[in-house]
């Protein structure tokens, strides 16, 4: 075999090697008929897709091993405390992709308003720094488990923030008692509380009940744009695409009501310059929000009002 001399046929639109196209056809062939049924019907095109970028940029071994090994240490740097693979999804807008198209899928494509005419609250990307079980505490309670008087205190104490809204049906636009509003969002410091050794356990994360006019209220802080971790491939990627880590300042949400759509969003800051250019692309203009000015009340400096509207189930 070593003396055989091999023709390279090269295409001349593409100045391309005519690659071998039989083999994505059989790797397709290959599957089963008793293969997993969503599996089967998606991975003919994930292996087009995949053979094809591969074929489209000349893909070498050395520069597929290179890309194994960014899998690999995402997936070794991963944990419950930091989800390298899912920032290397953000960044790549994967994450915004795939929430688009869950949630046109599960609206019946573009219906965004319901028959009384609420628009329907707009979804956002869950982003890597979820934690389930949040505290579930009193309304007009504080999220903020730092003691005043603290480093991490002190740093925050220029940001102290009261916010509060409704939950309304998108269907009725009557307020929903009991919807429950998980929240979370990172510290003055750019950092959530899992990857913050200076921060208390569930520090800025809890979940509300809206009361009978379907409201919540708590105190929070007013976010801060921050950089996302650099110190994994991730970080890595945005350094060698010549990009910025930054995320705009943005509050995390979860609504959830038995019988409508459970809701994933975030909002954002719109005087945060960082909201024209996100590093994980999901800012949307009905997610904007101003902060305004807090009167009279000690324990906060700034005010957010934000309501959601919920579509049924
Ligand atoms: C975040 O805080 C975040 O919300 C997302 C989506 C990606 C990286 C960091
Ligand atoms: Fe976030």
């Known amino acids: 075999m070593a003396f055989i001399k091999q023709e390279i046929e090269i295409n001349r639109n593409t100045g391309k090697p005519e690659y071998d196209l039989e083999l994505t056809e059989q790797v397709i062939a290959a599957t089963g008929p008793d293969a997993h049924p969503r599996l089967a019907e998606i991975l003919p095109s994930l292996v087009r897709h995949l053979h094809g970028f591969a074929r489209d940029v000349n893909l070498t071994v050395a520069e597929w091993m290179a890309g194994i090994e960014l899998i690999n240490e995402a997936g070794r740097m991963s944990n419950d405390r930091r989800d390298e693979t899912g920032l290397l999804c953000d960044i790549l807008g994967l994450e915004s992709l795939v929430d688009e198209i869950t949630s046109k899928l599960l609206l019946n494509s573009n219906i965004t308003e319901s028959e009384s005419?609420?628009?329907?609250?707009?979804?956002?990307?869950?982003?890597?720094?979820?934690?389930?079980?949040?505290?579930?505490?009193?309304?007009?309670?504080?999220?903020?488990?730092?003691?005043?008087?603290?480093?991490?205190?002190?740093?925050?104490?220029?940001?102290?923030?009261?916010?509060?809204?409704?939950?309304?049906?998108?269907?009725?636009?009557?307020?929903?008692?009991?919807?429950?509003?998980?929240?979370?969002?990172?510290?003055?410091?750019?950092?959530?509380?899992?990857?913050?050794?200076?921060?208390?356990?569930?520090?800025?994360?809890?979940?509300?009940?809206?009361?009978?006019?379907?409201?919540?209220?708590?105190?929070?802080?007013?976010?801060?744009?921050?950089?996302?971790?650099?110190?994994?491939p991730a970080g890595r990627l945005l350094k060698l695409l010549d990009r910025h880590p930054y995320r705009p300042a943005h509050i995390h949400f979860i609504v959830s009501k038995t019988g409508y759509r459970t809701l994933t969003t975030q909002v954002f800051d719109v005087e945060d310059k960082r909201v024209a250019d996100d590093v994980a692309f999901a800012v949307k203009k009905e997610l904007m929000v101003k902060f305004k000015k807090r009167e009279g009340d000690d324990r906060a400096l700034w005010d957010l009002e934000y309501d959601f509207t919920l579509s049924e189930a």
């Open 117 to 232: 005419g609420e628009a329907i609250t707009p979804s956002a990307i869950l982003g890597p720094f979820y934690r389930a079980n949040a505290p579930i505490l009193p309304n007009d309670s504080s999220i903020l488990r730092t003691e005043p008087g603290s480093d991490w205190y002190k740093q925050a104490e220029h940001l102290l923030a009261h916010l509060s809204g409704h939950v309304t049906s998108a269907t009725t636009g009557k307020p929903l008692r009991d919807a429950m509003v998980d929240i979370w969002l990172a510290g003055p410091n750019g950092l959530y509380e899992q990857q913050d050794p200076s921060a208390p356990d569930m520090n800025l994360r809890g979940r509300f009940l809206t009361d009978a006019n379907g409201r919540y209220a708590l105190y929070c802080i007013r976010p801060t744009a921050y950089p996302v971790p650099g110190d994994g």
